[in-house]
């Protein structure tokens, strides 16, 4: 399986941004999916994820109320609405591809990922 993340740039703060997260398989339509991201120094985090059938999200605290994750109905597609971006949101945001229907927030729980798209927000 393929990711090819896009849909980064350049924003200031309390703008919005929406990422995509494209699969080259099929497979991907059975499996959770998650944005991950990790900003300059720090360590990979959990975003957001989504099940197999979109049916359940789950968000970091940082991104609940602000972040909606989604997925088109094939299941190949998968975006993160950014919404109210704020500086500390700063990173390389990663799209991954859970080994189960459902994925958690550990990174061991992903067995596929995407290049990275690089967000920056302005203050």
């Known amino acids: 399986v393929q990711l090819q993340a896009s849909g980064g740039g350049l924003v200031q703060a309390g703008g919005s941004l929406r990422l995509s997260c494209a699969s080259s398989r099929r497979t991907s339509s059975n499996n959770g999916m998650a944005w991950f991201r990790r900003a300059p120094g720090k360590e990979r985090e959990f975003v957001a994820g989504?099940?197999?059938?979109?049916?359940?999200?789950n968000y970091a605290d940082s991104a609940k109320g602000r972040f909606t994750i989604s997925r088109d109905r094939a299941g190949n597609t998968m975006y993160l609405q950014m919404n109210s971006l704020k500086p500390e949101d700063t990173a390389v945001y990663y799209c991954?591809?859970?080994?189960?229907?459902?994925?958690?927030?550990?990174?061991?729980?992903?067995?596929?990922w995407g290049q990275g798209t690089q967000v920056t927000v302005s203050s």
């Open positions: 991954a591809v859970a080994r189960r229907a459902v994925g958690g927030a550990g990174a061991d729980e992903y067995n596929y």
């Open positions: 989504i099940s197999w059938n979109g049916q359940y999200t």
